[in-house]
């Protein structure tokens, strides 16, 4: 099957990701982004391994200080995944937010992730259940649905051209990129922030475990900052995306036989923790690339989403 | 705020009639649609649908699942909706692919609250006893897989490429933007939009806790309006590439579409940000506010929803709207697919050349809102708008035209 080649595809202005040890955001544009160590290490053949391999806390836990300074409104109520979002969206919004054409009502926001209503709806439920439902959090309630994370985050940074959560895991962020894609073309934004955010749950984990599957447990967000047009020579440019199915093989033009290649396959059906791959693959995948770079993420059961990136040559 | 200076689409996209609907009021579209020029309105109790539901207002709930004998086990609920809803428009799929072999057909899903039964059957199990090897491999599935495209691809037995999106109560209508975009910018010929969601119980203890709940029944922009009734529903759309459907197929015209997250509050509306979506849609359809004949409101029957509406009608359309109507008094609340039943009532109205009325509705607030009462109402077929406002700021606005057999 034929993977779409896009006319006008997006520029990857910005990469970065929360630091595991202390919530900060660690964030670089092109030129810079070598200097960004990445904490994931990807074998190409659709493995992907944490390198720091100390055991992740559970549940997600991060301090006050740090949960005001993400911005977000009555943090303590919200997802932790919405308060790592806030963290890195501030920062990669910081790469553009400065230029001249930058107002927030032509930026958007697209969050991917599996866990973010998961605490919230199971702090709800269990304190209903054992203490009666008359004596729930009432404030819990916004955040208590898949969008509250990007609302929310959106209140933050003052961007309003959209705010949209995609589920399904890797699949979902990657359907956020081409949502960006169409956003822009409809001249509906300038800018999009797209990020995969996770925290550990307790309830979550333990479903893993039940179901044998042994992946990473990510807590934090890695993201993407998308632009319109190019801001400077060597910006990586979507030109290819597309997803086929289960078992149907992908076709990529014939110029593209020598691009760079990356492929990351999900262990099982479970689409947790899967939705920050991308950035960090995206960032393995550029580092290591020359003019064309292909990422491939594999999810059993749903086939295989395909983007292609070209570096700009002229700005 | 000035309105976003949206592209205009190529060629507005079609929107067939092929189509399916399952709510309180019917298992079909054409049952739905009735029961709204009947004002029919089927309220229940949550603990007669879900055994151990928490007390509280009555909800808009499925009676009858198609092809199910009782009710299905909450985990499956979500699921199995979907599934239902893929079978039911197999035919559709197939008879397009019959007929453009080569044509590309993606799924996109909407949903505001995703699959709320597995986490709280485990959070039942811990509750009773604890007993956590009492808990079946699909529960726990249920909290790690997002299941929804794999669900409606096992009913209409294909693999469409397929993603879940949410956008609050706006889900609906995002989706259909999202669509629409999809085929307008040549990334497939195709979309079938699946809107759904299902009882959840943390929003309806929520909804019920911060008063939003009505406890007589959902009276949307009524004096003595208590509030809204949740429920649930599912709604099925198929856009596509005009040219594709033949023109007796075509139920509808997605001319403009708008989103825009206002974020101004994490609950409450705000008029600027959704008066700017209507005025960018309309934008986009090369319209005027003078154009639109017909308005399906959001229209929820929460005080500060209806108050929110009633000021963007006068933002946008001055002193008086076009005629208008909520379909909320007879379906409740459909959350994160209430749009797609107004985008589905948007097309059958100017099919009709009717505009149902707004169920339960007698004593109207708003002078402004040219409000449909107390019986459907004849409508000239021509544009007609839907608003979506969801938590959180997320709003989203459609405009659709009469195929051009009516126009």
Redesign the interface.
Known sequence: MNI?TLKNGPYVHAIGWTCKQDHSACVATRSSWARLTNPFDFDGVGGYRLKDETPVACPTDIPLPVMRSSGV??ARSAAKGTVFAALLGKQLLGTVSGRENYHG??VG?AVAS?SA??SI??E???I???KG??K?D?L???S?????I???T??VF????????????I??IC?AI??A???F????SDYFLIIGAEEVCQ??C???L??G?QRPWIDGAAGLVLSSTPKSTGDWKLVL????????VQVLPEEWEDAAALEVDIES????FSAPLVPYALHHLFVNATDKAVLSCRLP???EYVLGFKQNTSC | MESIVTKKYQQPIALSKQCCAIANIGNTWAECWEALLAGKSTFSKGNDIIPGWPDGPRLSAILNFPGLDGQPPFSQRTDLLARILGQQMRGAVDQFLTAHPAATISLIVATSHGNPGPLSEIADVLSADGDMSAISAPIWEGVVVDNLVKEVNAGLCRELPGVTMSAACASSLVATSYAADRVNAGLCDAVLVIAIDTLSRVASVGFNNIGAMSQQGCRPYDKKRDGTTVGEGAVAMFLCKDGLLAEEDVWGLVAGTSVFCDAAHMVEPNPIGVASVVQSALQQALLQPTDVRGIFWHGTGTRQNDKTEAEVAKIVFGDRSPLCTSTKGSLGHTMGASGGFNVLAACEAIHQKTLPHVVGTSAPEYDNLNLVLNHPHPVTPGPMLVTALGFGGINAAVVILPPRELQ
């Open positions: 779409t409104a009555r009502n032509r926001v599996g209503i998961t709806a199971w709800f439920e269990t209903g259940l054992r439902w008359d729930t009432t819990l309630l916004p208590s649905i898949p969008s509250a990007t609302t929310q959106s209140a003052g961007t309003h051209a959209a705010a949209i959560a995609f589920q399904d895991g699949f979902g359907a081409e949502y894609h169409l956003s073309v409809h001249q509906r309830i979550q333990s479903a893993l039940a179901l599957d995306c597309g997803s086929v199915a289960e078992g149907a059906s479970a689409t947790l059961g749903r086939g």
